[in-house]
């Protein structure tokens, strides 16, 4: 889909180009349902589908309607680590792993310096000279802290010069003590009362290999490091974006007869998908709210007959969607499409991610205006548009992550405290945790686009059941 069409102010059908053709097409309806996904590959290197884009969505805004909370990122902590600047996509190992794992670092920076030279490896290191960080600072939760906070913590570690993998950026998740746990318990039910270590730490790997030896397999075959033994490299990568198209109650949008579903739209999870279910969500959107709040829709429609396609509105939104790629083919640059994307994307994840700050988004929103306007003079978009063309494909969402990157700067800049997936580091308490402003941003920032500078509009909060508290995990 590349652009949505909206007659008299309702949402009557889309633009779509045939990807194996790359024919135009029309198709109309009587309402329109965006289940496009989320937009994390804005930060180019995330654990999401490398075709997850968004341009749907952000037709949608260019055709009026709101994007609320875009700065809201759910970042994981336990990923592969990036091994190289020119890596495209990033590996998310499970949660469940969190579950028997324990994360930690070096405490001394020296020790930390060795590893990454490959002069030691984490079996070198003793028990006393290891940080088990999260355990130490979250005594409560230990090493199932949320993702927000287990992400930053790692940071935290690596920024410090503690990180684990040649790049520095990687905390270890060590099966070792679940290992031994597990080896135990199973001597005991077995009887083995003079069970060696040997015999423990097999049936312990047993154990493990029942529970999570895909995951092992599938990091050995990554990382190229069997995990039985070497604990795994982890660090922090984007996963989910909880913003998206604003929706009511209904999951409809502000335009009216446009619906968006699933992590499309910025609804259940707020600021804070800390470990809820996403697919829950989509699931619920899915199942059992749009089949009625729709059908109510449709039923106020039933008047209205057959949406034709050679209406003036289908006209404009074809030939504009036909200006916009022709713009791309015709720029005829010297830079890859990927290029621009990868460019972005460190903006992004340097400026606007795991932590940001006044002056860095100040910085990262002229950076990015600076790209785009390169990107239009200088991108080679190959081969036709008139054809099978990915790297079209590529333009035109590089295109729409280039103004979305601005508006989640302007959405994180805005909001000056620390809430879920957003940490401002102005917004800390005295131990680095988020500090909230809830006087101030019980809201949800819900924004109308404008190249020059987007309008925010507020929707309130209230809470009558549940109130509102910083989080502890003490
Ligand atoms: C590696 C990974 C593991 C995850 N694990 C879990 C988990 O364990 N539990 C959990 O709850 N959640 C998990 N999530 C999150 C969850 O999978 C997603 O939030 C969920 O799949 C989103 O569903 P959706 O239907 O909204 O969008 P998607 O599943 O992303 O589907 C969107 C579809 O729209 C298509 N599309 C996009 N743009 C356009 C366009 N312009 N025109 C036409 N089509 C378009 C896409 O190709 C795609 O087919 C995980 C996510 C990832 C990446």
Redesign the pocket.
Known sequence: ??DLVVIDGKARGII?RNLLTGELERHSAHCVII????YGNVFYLS???M???V??AWRAVKRGALMANPCFTQIHPTCIPQSGDYQSKLT?M??SLRNDGRVWVPKNVNDAKAIREGKKTALDIKEEDRDYYLERRYPAFGNLVPRDVASRAAKIECDKGLGVSPTGLAVYLDFTSAIERYGKAEANVKGMINATNAQIVEMGTKVVADKYGNLFEMYEKIAGENPYIYPMKIYPAV??TMGGLWVDYNLETNVRGLFA????NFSDHGANRLGA????Q?LADGYFVAPYTIGQFLANEIRTGEINTSMPEFEEAEKSTRQRIDALMNVKGNQSVESFHRRLGKIMWDLCGMSRNKEGLLEGRQMIRTLRDEFYKDVYVPGSSTDFNPELEKAYRVADFLELGELMMLDALEREESCGGHFREEFQTPEGEAQRNDDDFTFVAAWEWDDTQPKLIKEDLVFENVKLIQRSYK
């Open positions: 889909m590349l779509a289940a496009t996904g989320g654990t999401n589908a075709g997850s884009n341009t749907a998310l499970s949660e996963h989910y579903l699933g992590e499309a279910s996403a697919l829950m989509g």
